[in-house]
């Protein structure tokens, strides 16, 4: 069981290594974090479902596509959510330079300034693939790097698996990883609603990311 919990939750000794990233919440409460957006049609459902539930979340974008849907991100912003920098072209940092990787990074920020006038707090690399060195070049960028302590793999369109991954690993201070994708729209309504309902009877609450990355 504890090889299989590290599918879902990352292991203590990763997480010790590296602790200036944030894993879990600083205050436990539940955080809710969406990759790969924004689209059409899976934002909708997310962001409807939230404003149903009462919920901000941290949003990780992708800067081509914030390019591409401008008035999906707006709208992010507009109801009280976050957006996080996924890099501009979800590319995965270890195949990159570091003067590759600044530029995925630096791009992403350079265009929500410029669009939307919006400063970027949170990083998260794409695959959640980092390296040693990941940590000083955020440093140089002013950004904070928000990993996970649940994945619900919801982005294999299998809604049982998340509901596995919810009852077996939420903890009050879950920083939950959740899709903006094509390959999660079909159950990505479902996942949100069984993880409030499940966090609810358990008295776990939800927290806005201003809080809860302290």
Known sequence: MIELKY????????KKIFNEFYWNTTNNKILLTFDDG??????EIILDTLSKNGIIALFFCVGENVKKYPELTKRIMSEGHIIGNHTYNHKILKTLTKEEKLNQIKSFNELVIKEFNYQVKYFRPPHGMFQLGTNSFLKELNLKNVM?????????????LVKFAVTNFLKKDS???????IKSKDIIRNSIEFIIDYASERNFSFGEPSECLK
């Not at 599918?7 to 990763?14: D, E, R, T």
């Not at 920083?175 to 994708?181: A, G, K, R």
């Open 38 to 43: 924004p689209l059409p049609e899976t934002t």
């Open 7 to 14: 599918k879902y939750n990352p292991p203590s000794l990763l």
């Open 175 to 181: 920083i939950i990883v959740l899709h903006d994708s």
């Open 148 to 160: 996970w302590s649940l994945l619900t793999y919801d982005y294999k369109n299998n809604f049982d």
